[in-house]
Each structure stands twice: as C-alpha cells, then as structure tokens.
C-alpha cells in the first residue's frame, strides 16, 4: 500500500468515528432537501425510504455529496483535473438496469443521469460499493464475505480499466446476454423473452376507438393533464425534435405527432416529486402497435453541484451551458454507447428544462434479493466494476478531447499499476465504515421522520 493510501486510511477511519454521532446534521440535510416536495409526495419519499437501509441510501444522495464531494481522500489516486469524468452522479446498483439501445439489442447499464455532473472517478466508485456492501448485508452476509465482494468489484474495475488504456475498447462494449455471466446473461435473456412494446403499450394505454391514448383512468401512475399543460406539450414537440441528432431530420414530421399526454406519477425515489410528463407519440406508422412513449422529466440543479470543488462545478456549467436538462443528456451520450434516437431536452412554458428519451420497453432492474450465495454476489460485483469502468472510460478524451485532454483509463492504469492492492484496500475500509455510518443515519431517520 502506498503511502499515501495509508494516510488516507487513517484520515477515513478518523473521520468515521467523529461521524457517529450526527442525528441533528442527518435531520436538518433531510428536511431542507425534501423541503420543496408537496407534503404527499414528500410522504411518500418517505415511505420509500424506510423500506430499508438501501432505500434509505438511494434516497439521501445528498448526504453522500456533503461527506465526500471534496473530500481530502481522493488525493493518491485521483482528486486532480485528469482523472475527472462524466459521473452518474448517484451510483447504486439500482441505477443499473436493463433496456433496448439504438440497435434493438438488450443491454445492461447505467440507465439514470439525473445527477450526472463532472467529477473525480472514484466518487462514483465509492458510492457503487457502498450500495454493493449494503445489498450484501440485506442478503445475510458478513463483513469478511463483504469485504470480499468489494475486492472483486474494485479489481474488475482496475482490469477493465487497464484492458482499455492504448486502445478505443470502450467505445463500442456492450453488455448483453451472451457475453455477460452468473445470474445477469439469465436475466438479460429473461427480460428479452418476457417483454415487448405490445405488453408496454398495453401497460400504459387503451385503445378508444382504434386510437391509442395513454391510461390516466386505469393506471395508477399516470394523471390526467390540463389543458393548458396538454397544449404546452404540445405547442413544443418542434422544439423537442431540433434537439435531437442530426436535428431529427432522420424521422418524419409525422413520426412526432402528439396522441396523449399525461402526468408520470409515483416514479423513482431520489427524484420522486419531480415534475414528469409521459407523451404517446405516433411513432413508426400510422397504426397503433408501433406507438412510443416519451419520458419527459423536469431536471433542476443536480445533488453534487454544492459539495464539489467550484472548478468541476464550473466545469460542468461550461459544458452545458447552464442548462440542466441539456446536462443530462450530454451525460447520457458521453457514458453511453448507442443511445436512444429519442433523447433530447425541450424548455416549456413553466420556466423548467426536461430531459426527453423514449421508454424502454425492456426497462428493468436486477432483483439483488436473488444474489444469496458468494459466487452469485461475486459475480455481480465483477460486472458492475466492469460496466463503470466501460462508462467511465468512454465519457473522457473519447467523448470531447476539448474537454477531457487525458485519457482517463490511462490515468487510473498508471495511478494504481503494481498498487491494486493499495486501491482495494482503500475502497474496502472506505464503504464498509460509510455502509455502517448509512445504516447510523437510516435509524436517526426512521426515529425522526
């Protein structure tokens, strides 16, 4: 181990145990991040969060912000302007999942950018494993087994991240199910085989007289609009479209034409209370088994953007213009490979920007609760090094040199070469004490909220 990385374990362990005592600090972060939520969605944020300490974990991002996002422990391997990328920004394995790219194949990788931002590498590394350690301990495991499973998915990282540096690997791997193993190829191939547009379409709409309309009577998560709010939608489909690559010129006009509009309810846990609109759209042809459905989702001022140093903020800002739905979606192309030919952004008429994607009908989650046995686990843990470190790598020089100068791969590769040792140790005592202070802050909630 480096003498750096020592230090810098001695500094986590320190301030680990000056945080154990902090149920006013969790309380007030609580309250003032859901203050502007309505009291029901606020509510039922809660309700969410107490399901477990991983919920909890997932719906407190900003706690995880405020402990690390500058913190001194980046330093040794990274912490400087060459080892910035294009973060997920709330990483857990929840925000991993499965969905069709541009090419129709079924793929498994990150799947939310709502956080994204530019920042050092290892803050998304770090919260990954947290999560890893904490689904580890809802499924019955020990510390030693847990540290275990932290090392495979910290070395997996390191190798992915050294099999790419001197080459452009990254830019077109995918994870699909025949190259992928233990229980995901099953689950990519289960996704696939169970579902379709049809049974999506049939999910979230009804036909009135041969002609689709999303479901607000039916389905509990969709609400009926306004009309102004309809007309709004509507009146900006043009706008939406210009954002799109290659200015959307590759899709007919008709290919846009609104059908319905409706509010998205009860989506997500992070961002639940977020303004969100689905609109059904023509799609392919005329007839009403080819329709899309388009997620439009209100994007404010992401999580990290008060914890990190002001020039990953600047940075980011620079990049986007200011413009948090646009943030989102340059995140999602740079970290992604294929990416849906309907993503884009449309400002509307209430003063908010809103990312735009089509939903997937192989939208799905891995169930962790199967992952019972250590070479279930192990393997999982394997793939999520690997697919971050296949998004990381892809969203540095790759993606805009003017940007990113350095390759990032090849940065990591030569901070941690003949020091893998060093890293695992770092990441290890680093998320199995911040997995205990989580789960600290996750009974202060339940005794206050």
Known sequence: MTAAAALALTCWSAWARAAQDRTGVVVTEIAN???????????????????????FFRGTNHLYWKDFGSSSQLLGYGGVSSTRTWLGGDMHVDNLG??????????????????????????????????????????????????????????AYLDAMASYAGNSGETTRKFLASNTYGLLDDFLDNVT?????????????VLIGGVRRLDTSGNPDLAAVTAAVDGDVRNHIAAYRSTLSGGGTSLPAGYFAVKSVAERLHAGL???????????????????????????KAQTTPTPWSYLPSTAVSQTSAVCGGNMALRTVLAYKALGYRVDDLLGWVALSDGKTYSVRARSPFKDAFDTTTLTTTTRLTNLAEQWGQVLATHHARADKDWDSSVFPSSL??????????????????VRALALDYADQVELDYASFLANF
């Not at 991040?33 to 919920?55: I, T, V, W």
């Not at 791969?409 to 770092?426: E, K, M, V, Y």
């Open 33 to 55: 991040a859901n203050a502007l939520l309505s009291s029901a969605a606020r509510a039922e944020k809660y309700g969410l969060m107490k399901a477990s300490a991983s919920a």
């Open 98 to 155: 499965s969905f069709d790219d541009d090419q129709g194949d079924v793929v498994y990788a990150l799947d939310d950018f709502d956080e994204a931002v530019l920042g050092d590498y290892q803050l998304d590394v770090w919260r990954l494993a947290v999560s890893v350690v904490l689904v580890a301990r809802e499924n019955g495991f020990g510390r030693a087994d847990q540290g275990a499973f932290l090392d495979s998915f910290t070395e």
């Open 193 to 205: 085989a169970s579902s379709s547009r049809s049974e999506m379409l049939g999910d979230w709409t």
């Open 270 to 296: 992070g961002s639940l209370g977020a303004t969100r609109y689905y609109v059904l759209i023509e799609g392919p042809t005329s007839g009403p088994d080819d329709d899309r459905i388009l997620d439009v």
């Open 409 to 426: 791969d090849g940065q990591i590769n030569a901070l941690t070469s003949g020091d893998h040792a060093g890293f695992r140790a770092r």
